[in-house]
């Protein structure tokens, strides 16, 4: 784990998978807001965000579980208080299921299912701090419509999305007593440098074009579910390109 910090102690969102796609664009429209963001992904920030006063950057691969560990702990005892956990981060890989070898797999679901769940317990007592000063507190899961919609090649990242749905599903409830609100968000196809993943998917993807969803489509959705009154609740939330239009 390294660490590169301008970031003054305030009350951060936490991003996973916040310095690329989806993540760097709910980043970015977090900071432009004044927002305080800590990011924490295993590639490094862009260099526009390099000395921004309210971003803290971690490199850390969430699929490293012992040293997601030591971040968690980190992030406790910085922030004992945080807005929100958002968690982006995720390997876009689809193919043969019996073909490919399983350390393939393996990744993909650790980063998709298993990071994801060890961030959230690793924050969920800073959000609770906030949450119990009356203040908005959100668990955000990025998953996809492969949670719902099935398609060849995409057995484990159908799986890993439908196991993300659930986890937020199940913890909205356990959670809510709490006022912690749980959020799961299903993109359908994003604009990004993942055509390469897509296998037997890649013609549709291509096709679509310019019809396909942007990253900051996304993180508006993001940024709109935040800004919800404390009082009001949004669970789960398909969106895809209207060019897509099947979810």
């Known amino acids: 784990m390294t660490e590169s910090t301008t970031a003054s102690a305030e009350v951060p969102h936490v991003i996973t998978g916040g310095a690329r796609g989806v993540g760097l664009a709910t980043a970015r429209r977090l900071l432009d807001r004044g927002d305080s963001v800590v990011v924490i992904d295993r590639n490094p920030v862009p260099?526009?965000?390099?000395?921004?006063?309210?971003?803290?950057?971690?490199?850390?691969?969430?699929?490293?579980?012992?040293?997601?560990?030591?971040?968690?702990?980190?992030?406790?005892?910085?922030?004992?208080?945080?807005?929100?956990v958002i968690a982006c981060a995720g390997v876009t890989y689809v193919g043969s299921f019996p073909d490919t070898e399983f350390a393939k797999w393996n990744e993909v679901l650790t980063t998709n299912i298993t990071g994801a769940v060890h961030i959230v317990h690793a924050v969920l007592p800073s959000l609770e701090a906030t949450a119990e000063a009356g203040e908005r507190?959100?668990?955000i899961t990025i998953g996809s419509i492969a949670d719902q919609a099935y398609f060849d090649d995409?057995?484990?990242?159908?799986?890993?999305?439908?196991?993300?749905?659930?986890?937020?599903?199940?913890?909205?409830?356990?959670?809510?007593?709490?006022?912690?609100?749980?959020?799961?968000?299903?993109?359908?196809?994003?604009?990004?440098?993942?055509?390469?993943?897509?296998?037997?998917?890649?013609?549709?993807?291509?096709?679509?074009?310019?019809?396909?969803?942007?990253?900051?489509?996304?993180?508006?959705?993001?940024?709109?579910?935040?800004?919800?009154?404390?009082?009001?609740?949004?669970?789960?939330?398909?969106?895809?390109?209207?060019?897509?239009?099947?979810?």
């Open 137 to 139: 507190a959100d668990v």
């Open 47 to 84: 260099d526009e965000f390099a000395d921004h006063p309210k971003l803290t950057y971690f490199e850390q691969d969430v699929a490293d579980l012992a040293g997601l560990a030591e971040l968690g702990a980190t992030i406790r005892q910085r922030w004992p208080r945080c807005a929100s």
């Open 154 to 247: 995409a057995t484990i990242y159908g799986a890993c999305s439908a196991a993300l749905k659930a986890f937020a599903d199940h913890l909205r409830i356990e959670l809510r007593e709490r006022n912690v609100r749980v959020s799961n968000i299903a993109p359908g196809y994003i604009r990004g440098a993942f055509a390469e993943f897509l296998g037997g998917l890649e013609q549709e993807y291509t096709q679509l074009g310019e019809g396909l969803l942007l990253p900051d489509d996304v993180a508006h959705v993001i940024e709109f579910t935040l800004d919800q009154p404390a009082g009001v609740h949004l669970g789960d939330l398909d969106i895809v390109a209207t060019a897509q239009g099947w979810a």
